[in-house]
């Protein structure tokens, strides 16, 4: 299984697919990136346009390219906290949509359904997300203004431990502009496993950066957590050796049937267009099952393997590829 590559957590959405509100936001977090500021109102008829992809056309020649057989999108709910500013899809409009993106790419796109639990709805909007076929888990997203271990939302871990399906749990300080990041510290999500002990989750994105460490600790006893690992290729890319030394205290504090492999690209235009990102991200994984400048092996072939794929297929039960 070592050619197999899975990549469970990549985008694919159009900028009109997302709340005005959340839009609204991250023109004020480009506005305020560097000097002279400019007005946000300059920079919202851009903002995600460059990332666009709607029917994943540019994805999958990117997959293509770097020798991944498929992706997993994580759907966020940003309805409630983007919906100031003006119109958007509701999230079960949204959550249809990504299930005809992906029926469109059959044995390419899979999806985790978004969904804030605060919906009047959200228990009919569950049902009808995990309804759909290519729906292999939730995203939870609690930076939006919620919490993890508010009793009102008890019902939603209970469904999900019924019927055996992951949570994709945002586990990473970044955000900025309108999101509260301390929701989704890594110990939360430990605290929400001590109710829930047979919940399959996945940290997504390990901590990176500030909460690495505490994703390891908060993952380490609990017999369904995962460490995904997007968006390290950007200290990959930075501090190889670092890199290697963090998988390597992953590999042996949690094991590599624990780790599972991702890159949070949201491609478009001016994000990844031909894939030679992944691509790259791919290789730097790889190269983890052999030595580098005097450091041994992070990783034995089998083990790279399940990194790669085989975590992946086993949590979101991607049986079309085992």
């Known amino acids: 299984m070592t050619d197999l590559v899975i990549d469970a957590h990549m ?14 936001a991250w023109a004020r977090q480009g506005a305020g990136r560097r000097l002279p500021e400019r007005h946000p109102e300059e920079i919202l008829a851009h ?3 460059g990332q666009s992809d709607p029917d994943a056309l540019l994805t999958v020649a990117a997959f293509d390219r770097a020798g991944v057989a498929a992706g997993l999108v994580p759907v966020v709910d940003w309805t409630i906290v983007g919906a100031p500013g003006g119109e958007h899809l509701p999230i079960g409009a949204l959550n249809a949509r990504y299930e005809d993106v992906c029926s469109r790419n059959e044995g390419r796109l899979y999806f985790a359904a978004g969904l804030d639990p605060r919906h009047a709805d959200a228990r009919t909007l569950f049902e009808a997300a995990a309804a759909h076929p290519h729906c292999r888990g939730f995203k939870l997203y609690p930076a939006a ?8 939302h008890a019902w939603l871990f209970e469904a999900l431990v019924e019927r055996e399906l992951p949570a994709v749990i945002h586990c990473s300080p970044l955000g900025g502009d309108p999101l509260q990041v ?16 047979a919940l399959r989750v996945s940290f ?12 390891l600790d908060c993952a380490t006893g609990w017999q369904h957590a995962y460490l995904e690992l997007s968006l390290w290729q950007r200290l990959a890319g930075i501090d190889y050796p670092e890199f290697r030394r963090r998988v390597r205290a992953m590999r042996a504090q ?3 049937h624990r780790l599972v492999f991702g890159s949070d690209i949201c491609r478009g235009p001016k994000e990844d267009p031909d894939g030679a990102d992944l691509e790259r991200w791919v290789s730097m994984v790889r190269d983890l099952a052999s030595p580098y400048d005097g450091d041994p092996a992070v990783l034995t072939d089998d083990e790279l393997g399940l990194f790669l794929a085989g975590n992946a297929i086993r949590l979101f039960d991607l049986k079309e590829h085992a």
């Open 204 to 215: 997504a994105h390990a901590g990176i950066e500030a909460w690495w460490s505490e994703a």
């Open 47 to 49: 903002v995600a346009v």
């Open 145 to 152: 203004g919620w919490d993890l271990r508010d009793p009102a």
């Open 254 to 256: 949690v094991g590599a």
């Open 11 to 24: 985008h694919v959405w159009d900028a009109t697919w997302l709340p005005e509100g959340l839009r609204r």
């Open 182 to 197: 301390i929701r989704c510290r890594p110990a939360e999500v430990g605290a929400l496993l001590a109710s829930y002990p």
